[in-house]
């Protein structure tokens, strides 16, 4: 029997030599490379920015060769399309889908921040690359996320704002076209930062309910109509901790 005859009956009846080239991944262990290479993308974005991110570093994270991002991805133009639309797409998708016109400007604030929170803690990642990528000027992600932002559901938090305050319901001195900025910036500030805060005042950081408490109260409560704080409150002079320590004294 020769050479090729007895690679054949190694191979037993039926099995055909596969096509796959020398170094080439199998169908599964591929697509298991690939959700490798995007994970450490995101993770290096988010702690050292997209430009100072090489394949090399990329490869190295996810514990693959060199030659994997290129396999994989043509060039950086390429992976960038692949984070933006398999990462940021679905997050930024599930956090507007469930958003319709006529709901209440609290219960709109409510569900949004809830749902960005929920995405956030299975991707800690986020908040630093959107602040990186996206917020700063010349954020190699920012034109890419911005075809994803669905303009019509996020303009519906401002109309629902804007309404309220001609119903005389909502704080007028609040501007309705910059609400979501000022929740979104809340929320990735509040994420961005919340190792730091916890460690520079030596306080447990707080569970994802407890934040969602406190971002949604600052702006609910900003959005109330009324006077608010009025001059000498808060600790000034003539204020109510002024009186309270001179209630003490007598």
Known sequence: MGAKGRRD?????????????PGRPTSTSGLYAREKLIEAATEL????????????????????????PHYYFRDREQLLDAVVKERLA???AGVWGPVTAGEAPAELMRGIVERMLVGIEKMPWVPSMWMREVLNEGGLLRGRVLRHLPF???????QSVAKAQAAGTANAEIDA???VFSLIGLVMMHMATINLWAEVFGRKTLEREALSRHITGLLIHGLQRGEGLKSGEGGQPGGP??????????
């Open 9 to 21: 009956f190694a191979r037993g009846p039926g099995q055909r030599k596969s096509a796959r080239g």
């Open 45 to 68: 974005f988010a702690k050292q920015g997209v430009a100072a991110t090489t394949f090399a570093m990329i490869a190295e994270r996810a514990e693959l060769t060199p030659a994997m």
């Open 90 to 92: 679905p997050l930024i």
């Open 152 to 158: 019509q559901r996020i303009g519906a938090l401002s």
């Open 177 to 179: 076209g910059l609400i």
């Open 241 to 250: 901790m002024k009186r309270k320590a001179r209630s003490k004294r007598k």
